[in-house]
């Protein structure tokens, strides 16, 4: 079989990243299983990995070096779930003061960034966005110069100016508006970016991790950049039922009503076109087969993005098991082509 460059991509969805991170689980338990090494890790068989917001989080997780063996990774798919489901009550803690003293989310962010920080600091204390095992694109948005701005493992091992400290690369990725301010992070050069989550433009991150694909990596021969056809991608979505709005609220609505559902709709909207926009690459080739898109149902879960009450994470987490067991045939084909296709 021709090699194929293997790309994994995760969607933004806050504490519904545990849909992913639970289906994530699961594959990595398959690859383990075929594969006959219990020490099998995602890191092994995917090349290229993209994600935004919470995608980003669980990207960074998956690449985090191990201090003590530098070419293994240090958490396993288990470990980054398990940031959502210990750690989601307090990144989106229902904190009084603080809710009394933003107006409800009104006049400034919905949660105070220093429980967020704080946990990162504990999973990647200063590892380089260099050290991660494999190319990722990570993806945030610049507000004063009004540009998207990807952070790139790649890039970043050879040029310091494209490298920051992983902690506040999870940070910059997942810093949605109106749920976090912004970060504000300096690269390892000294220079400074004032970023939020790079979900107001890339929600589903594959089409980005396509078109740099295209542009970073070269066909098996060194000929020429890869194509579609020299791809297999798995993308990750962070569920399929949306939040419904009413038509009679909605048109009392001014500028604060519509913040929060502008977000919610920009966000799965272009997660759906997105994905709609790849099915198109791969077909128009003949390797539809190539393409595998898993968007896992909720189940009893809320849609929102911060409800991280035990009763929603106890949720979530059976949803994305659930989701997991449904789409096992697709699961199924991830690991054949993951197996049969070497190392890039």
Same mark, same amino acid.
Request: charged residues 25%; contains cysteine; glycine residues 6%.
């Given at each position: 079989?021709?090699?194929?460059? $293997?790309?994994?991509?995760?969607?933004?969805?806050?504490?519904?990243?545990?849909?992913?991170?639970?289906?994530?689980?699961?594959?990595?338990?398959?690859?383990?299983?075929?594969?006959?090494?219990?020490?099998?890790?995602?890191?092994?068989?995917?090349?290229?990995?993209?994600?935004?917001?919470?995608?980003?989080?669980?990207?960074?997780?998956?690449?985090?070096?191990?201090?003590?063996?530098?070419?293994?990774?240090?958490?396993?798919?288990?470990?980054? #779930?398990?940031?959502?489901?210990?750690?989601?009550?307090?990144?989106?803690?229902?904190?009084?003061?603080?809710?009394?003293?933003?107006?409800?989310?009104?006049?400034?962010?919905?949660?105070?960034?220093?429980?967020?920080?704080?946990?990162?600091?504990?999973?990647?204390?200063?590892?380089?966005?260099?050290?991660?095992?494999?190319?990722?694109?990570?993806?945030?948005?610049?507000?004063?110069?009004?540009?998207?701005?990807?952070?790139?493992?790649?890039?970043?091992?050879?040029?310091?100016?494209?490298?920051?400290?992983?902690?506040?690369?999870?940070?910059?990725?997942?810093?949605?508006?109106?749920?976090?301010?912004?970060? $504000?992070?300096?690269?390892?050069?000294?220079?400074?970016?004032?970023?939020?989550?790079?979900? #107001?433009?890339?929600?589903?991150?594959?089409?980005?991790?396509?078109?740099?694909?295209?542009? $970073?990596?070269?066909?098996?021969?060194?000929?020429?950049?890869?194509?579609?056809?020299?791809?297999?991608?798995?993308?990750?979505?962070?569920?399929?039922?949306?939040?419904?709005?009413?038509?009679?609220?909605?048109?009392?609505?001014g500028s604060l009503g519509w913040i929060e559902p502008v977000l919610?709709?920009?966000?799965?909207?272009?997660?759906?076109?997105?994905?709609?926009?790849?099915?198109?690459?791969?077909?128009?080739?003949?390797?539809?087969?190539?393409?595998?898109?898993?968007?896992?149902?909720?189940?009893?879960?809320?849609?929102?993005?911060?409800?991280?009450?035990?009763?929603?994470?106890?949720?979530?987490?059976?949803?994305?098991?659930?989701?997991?067991?449904?789409?096992?045939?697709?699961?199924?084909?991830?690991?054949?082509?993951?197996?049969?296709?070497?190392?890039?």
């Open positions: 079989m021709a090699q194929l460059l $293997r790309i994994l991509s995760i969607d933004g969805g806050g504490i519904r990243g545990i849909l992913p991170g639970q289906i994530l689980l699961a594959l990595e338990q398959k690859l383990k299983l075929r594969s006959n090494n219990p020490n099998a890790n995602l890191a092994d068989y995917f090349d290229l990995f993209a994600g935004t917001s919470t995608g980003g989080i669980l990207t960074c997780l998956y690449l985090c070096p191990d201090e003590n063996s530098p070419t293994r990774p240090k958490f396993s798919a288990k470990n980054a #779930v398990d940031l959502y489901l210990k750690h989601g009550a307090e990144i989106f803690k229902n904190d009084l003061a603080h809710r009394l003293y933003s107006t409800g989310g009104f006049t400034e962010e919905k949660y105070p960034a220093g429980p967020i920080e704080a946990i990162l600091e504990n999973y990647f204390h200063d590892t380089k966005l260099s050290s991660l095992l494999k190319p990722c694109i990570i993806t945030s948005y610049n507000i004063h110069n009004r540009s998207t701005h990807f952070f790139t493992q790649h890039d970043a091992a050879d040029k310091p100016g494209y490298d920051y400290l992983v902690k506040d690369v999870a940070r910059a990725t997942s810093a949605a508006p109106t749920y976090f301010e912004p970060a $504000r992070v300096s690269s390892l050069s000294g220079v400074s970016y004032p970023l939020v989550d790079g979900g #107001v433009f890339a929600n589903n991150p594959a089409l980005c991790a396509y078109a740099e694909a295209r542009h $970073r990596f070269w066909k098996q021969d060194g000929s020429k950049n890869v194509t579609a056809t020299d791809m297999f991608m798995l993308s990750i979505g962070t569920g399929s039922v949306k939040k419904k709005y009413d038509y009679n609220k909605a048109a009392g609505w919610d709709i920009m966000m799965s909207g272009a997660s759906d076109t997105i994905d709609f926009q790849l099915k198109q690459i791969f077909d128009a080739i003949d390797k539809k087969e190539n393409y595998i898109r898993i968007d896992p149902d909720m189940g009893e879960a809320d849609c929102t993005m911060d409800n991280a009450s035990d009763e929603n994470v106890k949720a979530l987490s059976e949803a994305g098991i659930a989701s997991a067991e449904k789409f096992d045939a697709e699961l199924e084909k991830a690991v054949e082509f993951l197996l049969k296709n070497p190392k890039v």
